[in-house]
T-cell receptor, first 114, second 114 residues
Framework: NAGVTQTPKFQVLKTGQSMTLQCAQDMNHNSMYWYRQDPGMGLRLIYYSASEGTTDKGEVPNGYNVSRLNKREFSLRLESAAPSQTSVYFC?????????????FGPGTRLTVT | AQSVTQLDSQVPVFEEAPVELRCNYSSSVSVYLFWYVQYPNQGLQLLLKYLSGSTLVESINGFEAEFNKSQTSFHLRKPSVHISDTAEYFCAVSYAGATNKLIFGTGTLLAVQP
């Protein structure tokens, strides 16, 4: 199993450009998450999807949209990138009947908006 | 609002010395507690977790954490650190009734010096 994969690993955008960050998991997990990590602020939840077909806002959703394409894939879209969205983005997943409550993380996407 | 506090943003320590990384959470009836570790330029990995039962939990690489309900704390300790323990450590909490969501602290950088 590859676990949770993210593409791309690095990206540089100009202000106003759009892009989609891709996330996929091959563990048959139901819930998926998008976080951003900024220095001194830990990880903050952007959006999550408790199951295929549902999405919900997290702590910092403004400027982002998400799509739960199927059970495996959960994408994050920046429609008009801003320098404040410069960050490291992590995708994570969680099994449905998880009695361990452990989220599994991808390797991250480092995004710079100039 | 529910929150997790990691008071120390950075902890420098010499190799083979003991270390404690502090974590406090806002009080709730029932919580699940986690420590994640992030090595440089990598994603997050679960280090250890408390779900129920014994309040002292251990990891395979010598870390331990103790759940203290009265002090709402979950401090991470290791009696003798190695250079390879240099990483950022995140405390996270999941609350009963919202077990599919994690709230992270701001992280503590453990810098082990020779």
């Amino acid at each position: 199993n590859a676990g949770v994969t993210q593409t791309p690993k690095f990206q540089v955008l100009k202000t106003g450009q759009s892009m989609t960050l891709q996330c996929a998991q091959d563990m048959n997990h139901n819930s998926m998450y998008w976080y951003r990590q900024d220095p001194g602020m830990g990880l903050r939840l952007i959006y999550y999807s408790a199951s295929e077909g549902t999405t919900d806002k997290g702590e910092v959703p403004n400027g982002y949209n998400v799509s739960r394409l199927n059970k495996r894939e959960f994408s994050l879209r920046l429609e008009s990138a801003a320098p404040s969205q410069t960050s490291v983005y992590f995708c994570a997943s969680l099994p449905r009947d998880s009695y361990s409550y452990e989220q599994y993380f991808g390797p991250g996407t480092r995004l710079t908006v100039t | 609002a529910q929150s997790v506090t990691q008071l120390d943003s950075q902890v420098p320590v010499f190799e083979e010395a003991p270390v404690e990384l502090r974590c406090n959470y806002s009080s709730s009836v029932s919580v699940y507690l986690f420590w994640y570790v992030q090595y440089p330029n990598q994603g997050l990995q679960l280090l250890l977790k408390y779900l129920s039962g014994s309040t002292l939990v251990e990891s395979i690489n010598g870390f331990e954490a103790e759940f203290n309900k009265s002090q709402t704390s979950f401090h991470l300790r290791k009696p003798s650190v190695h250079i390879s323990d240099t990483a950022e450590y995140f405390c996270a909490v999941s609350y009963a009734g919202a077990t599919n969501k994690l709230i992270f602290g701001t992280g503590t950088l453990l810098a082990v010096q020779p």
